[in-house]
């Protein structure tokens, strides 16, 4: 589909380039460097006809919204935007593009959406049991740590093996100064986990005695070999819970509104809790003392950001249910809000919450029994083998 619409978009602009262009002079003024660019004041509106999106359109440094048109894609057919804003009472994904100069921009998305979804129907509802497993790994790291390239790395070639898909990562950055994406709540993590150096990597929340590290013969695939193990001995185990969940948020409201909905399948203590991640974040300045990987890694864009959590102490989350024990057979309910100005968020779009499970198996600690990813406006059912 994205192939489509991008031969869609060039058929377009070799056919339309005069009538699309602010400008009908060909030459680029002077002054104006650097890529045209349409951007969004929200990712998501409501759809309540009056939640708007307000469009910008950049080229390079200079504000170029007055003179550039905006368009909206319709089927096969492209409409100029009457004004600079978007609002619909129709829910889906809506694409854009500007044009100016005889030059087209990128498309972008707004996603139209519901103020709160409801939980997606169990394809099972009466299975409490073979649900589907998913380890958590806490990756500490930080802009400031020489080696942690080298546990990024080794990190990018896990996720090109079969466990991986069933491993939620989540970067939790701390320790060392110097990075805008330590927060209180990454610091709060790495706290009530004991975590104190980096790199490091723990598992379903174990004690930190248990954190991969790094060793001086390390390569990136060795580094993703012993992940791969350490998360295969996990994954052998069976999951006692199962978790669905609905995640509701928009730049207007605010917040972001998160419901679960957790099967138990085996008598026990359990707490649950949510975190709020960011991917695909622009940060400069990661130190390395691996230069010969910066030819095949990315180290300037950082995914699986921690961002904010639910609870803070004790990290585990709260009681499930609100009950010290829960029954097999069980199925109860959690819910919370985080208000956006709590955080830091770059770009809502690439937001999503990772909903845990956690159990007390033996006296008073409590690790990862059962986790989910859900992003943002979306929806996840219950999953079994």
Same mark, same amino acid.
């Given at each position: ?96 593009? !500007?044009?100016?100069?005889? %030059?087209? #921009?990128?498309? *972008?998305? @707004? &996603? ?133 969940? !609905?995640?509701?948020?928009? %730049?207007? #409201?605010?917040? *972001?509104? @998160? &419901? ?126």
């Amino acid at each position: 589909m994205k192939k489509y619409w991008n031969l869609l978009l060039c058929s377009f602009l070799l056919v339309f380039t005069v009538g699309c262009s602010g400008n009908s002079d060909g030459d680029e003024p002077e002054g104006e460097t650097g890529e045209l660019l349409l951007t969004s004041s929200a990712a998501y509106i409501e759809n309540n006809g009056t939640d708007q999106a307000v469009f910008t359109v950049m080229k390079g440094k200079k504000n170029v919204t007055a003179e550039a048109k905006i368009y909206q894609k319709k089927g096969g057919s492209y409409d100029v935007l009457p004004s600079t804003s978007f609002s619909s009472k129709a829910q889906g994904e809506y694409s854009f593009f !500007a044009s100016y100069n005889n %030059e087209m #921009s990128p498309a *972008i998305t @707004v &996603t139209v959406t519901s103020a709160l979804l409801d939980l997606p129907a169990d394809p099972q509802p009466n299975k409490f049991e073979g649900f589907k497993h998913n380890v958590l790994a806490v990756q500490a790291t930080s802009l400031g740590c020489v080696y942690c390239p080298m546990m990024i790395a080794g990190l990018t070639e896990y996720e090109k093996l079969a466990e991986s898909k069933n491993t939620l990562v989540v970067a939790a950055h701390g320790i060392m100064d110097g990075d805008d994406m330590i927060s209180n709540y990454s610091t709060g993590v790495l706290q009530g986990l004991s975590l104190k150096s980096a790199p490091a990597l723990l598992f379903n929340m174990r004690p930190s005695s248990e954190a991969l590290e790094l060793k001086s013969s390390d390569t990136p695939a060795k580094v993703a070999a012993r992940i791969q193990t350490a998360a295969g001995d996990f994954l052998k185990a069976d999951a006692n819970t199962a978790i669905s969940a !609905a995640v509701s948020g928009t %730049e207007t #409201s605010g917040s *972001i509104k @998160v &419901t679960a909905a957790i099967k138990v399948g085996k008598a026990g203590k359990y707490r649950i809790c949510a975190w709020i991640v960011e991917d695909n974040i622009y940060a400069t300045g990661q130190l390395n003392s691996y230069p010969a990987l910066e030819a095949d890694y990315d180290f300037k864009h950082h995914s699986n950001v921690l961002r904010c959590t639910s609870s803070t102490s004790p990290i585990t989350g709260v009681n499930l249910g609100g009950k010290t024990e829960c029954q097999a057979g069980e199925t109860l309910m959690f819910s919370h809000e985080f208000s956006l100005s709590s955080m830091s968020v770059t770009n809502l779009a690439n937001a999503r919450v990772v909903f845990i499970v956690t159990q007390s198996e033996s006296g008073a600690r409590y690790t990862v029994d059962n986790a989910i990813s859900c992003g943002l406006n979306s929806q996840v059912k219950f999953e079994y083998k």
